[in-house]
Structure formats: C-alpha cells, structure tokens
C-alpha cells in the first residue's frame, strides 16, 4: 500500500476510534499521545516506546495514554513527518528524513565512514550547527527533537574476507538508493547495486550482488548467513533514531505536561539504546554460531581512499558545520 496523506489519516482516524472504543474509560482530560515507528515489534524501538508509556506513568499519573503504532501504521517516515507537521499525531521514533528534507545543508550524519561512532553523532546535535539542525526541523517541518536513541552500526557483508578497500575491486555491493552513500562506496571501489530490501537475499542467492551492508539485525533476521560467509566490521555508518513531536501539538500542552513528556523521552532512549547495545552483542553471537567468520578490518585505509569523496559531501555543508563535525569527532575518538 502506498500512504498518501489521505490514506494516512483515514488510518489514523480508524486507529483513533478503535482506541477509544477499547478505552472507554478514559477520564476527559487525559491526553493520548500516539507514538509511531516504522520497525516492527520486539527491537530497541519498541522497548523504548514501552519505556516511555511507563516513565509517563510514573511521572504524571494517570494523566497521559500513550498508544504504540509500530511497523508503520501510520505509513512510512514521510507519512508520518507530514501527520506531525499538521498536528494530526504527536511523536515519532524517526530516521534521518526530516534531516535530509528540512535541512541538509546543517546533516552530515549520513555520511560513511565520517562520524566513528553514535556518541561522536549526539555530541555533534549538541553544537551549534545540531541546533541550527533541530531549529530548521521545527521551522519547516513543525516537528521538536527531543533527543537521539541509538541504532547499531552499520557493518558488511561478503562472502570473502575484505579488509582494505583493494578488496572491493569489482564487488557488487548492494545499497539502498542514498546518493551520498553510493558515491563513498564507489569511491572505494565498489560496484555499487541498488536491490529493494526484500530482494537482498535472493540477489546474493543468484550472484546479483556479492554483499550488502547493514546494522546486524539484518544479516540475522534475514538469513544471510545462509549466504554469506564473512561479517565485515566496517561501521562505517552510525545514524540515531530522533524522538520528534509535533511542534503544533507539543506547544498545547501546558508547561507541566511538556516537562513530563521531555523528561519521560529522556528516560526512554537510554532505556532503547541499551536495549539496542544488548541486541546488538545478541546478533553477533549468535552469526559467529551461524558459521559466519567476523572481520576487523583496516578502517583507517577504508577512511583514507573516502576522504576525497566525503570532502566532496562535506563541501555543501552550511559554514561552521564541519568545524562541528572535528570538535565532535576529536571529543569522541
């Protein structure tokens, strides 16, 4: 199905009205928050959401009924950005596309091999240019970020070892359609293969690509060690999920409402994240039992062959932004 704004909202409106009727005892004044993400049930998203029902609970009882919608319901990130925007639901465990929409000139979070690690990434929301980030968010998209909740590194695939970037001579790498994404892997020697997500494992099953790349999960939960031989710990990317409200909706509130849904997000990506770092040491467990062989590989020799490449990406960045991006690394390496 493909989610339009109207499809979302004729959704959202089915969703609403099945949740008052499984709740009819709701006081008046209670206030619902529903709270989207597009994963499915029983990873770190969903924890942190859990996290964030209970900490409402114990901060402010009684007063709010938050309502999971996972694996998109209420359709994909863009879906659900513009429902923000309007007002029409109120918190989203989001990816980077309000980054990429609202402001690209002030993201470089997305580029491989950049940041070397997620707290290089929260350090980096923290300055000036992160906050010009979150500002332009609100500005034209209407949404408040409200704090980073970690997602895994993103690692690859194989079915050799590869631990320089010579070894990526002629290798059909499939990626998603990120053009800053396949410019760095191109660069470093790649051939670069854009396969739908659903697709990846017959595409390494009939030779259509020879690797992928991906936070762990996707290698356990896909199988592909029925395909692959070789984990290659490049994490090259590590991007945060972003808890944003509904600026519309979040400024409605009364002041001691606000607080309480700040500090209960606050409460909720830590409690994610961990779940997300205990995930994370599960999946690799348990390839290393699938028969996967795990490989450190040369990452300063992967950065060095990109540097041209995310120079590149870098130079159209707002002024002041890569100053933030070293202070953020430096603090963080």
Do not use: C
């Amino acid at each position: 199905m493909t989610f339009t704004r109207r499809s979302a909202l004729k959704v959202l409106g089915a969703a609403s009205a099945t949740a008052a009727l499984a709740t009819p005892g709701l006081a008046a004044g209670k206030i619902t928050i529903q709270v989207n993400t597009t994963m499915k049930p029983g990873g770190s998203e969903e924890a942190g959401i859990a996290r964030f029902k209970t900490a409402l609970d114990e901060l402010a009882p009684g007063r709010f009924d938050v309502v999971p919608f996972l694996s998109g319901q209420l359709g994909g990130e863009n879906a659900v950005l513009e429902l923000l925007n309007i007002g029409e639901t109120q918190i989203s465990l989001t990816g980077g596309n309000w980054r990429a929409q609202y402001a690209p000139e002030y993201d470089p979070i997305s580029i491989p091999f950049l940041f070397p690690n997620g707290a290089a990434v929260e350090d980096f929301m923290a300055t000036d240019s992160g906050k010009k980030l979150q500002e332009r968010g609100k500005q034209q998209g209407g949404i408040v970020e409200m704090g980073a909740q970690m997602r895994a590194p993103r690692h690859m695939t194989a079915n050799k070892s590869i631990t320089t970037p010579d070894d990526l001579a002629g290798f059909r790498l499939r990626l998603p359609g990120i053009p800053v994404w396949v410019d760095i892997w191109s660069a470093l020697g790649a051939q670069t293969v854009v396969v739908p997500a659903t697709e990846i494992y017959l595409a390494m099953q009939t030779g259509q690509v020879d690797g992928h790349e991906n936070s762990l999960v996707s290698p356990y939960s896909r199988k592909l060690y029925e395909v692959q031989s070789h984990l290659i710990k490049t994490g090259h990317v590590h991007f945060p999920w972003h808890w944003v409200a509904s600026e519309t909706w979040l400024s409605g509130l009364s002041d001691a409402d606000q607080s309480a849904v700040r500090a209960a997000v606050q409460i909720a990506r830590i409690e994610g994240s961990k779940v997300e770092v205990e995930k994370d040491k599960f999946y690799l467990a348990e390839l290393r039992k699938a028969g996967m062989t795990v490989v450190e590989p040369d990452t300063a020799a992967f950065i060095a062959k990109a540097k041209p490449a995310i120079d590149s990406a870098m130079s159209s960045l707002a002024d002041g932004v890569v100053a933030d991006i070293q202070r953020a690394i430096f603090a963080n390496s």
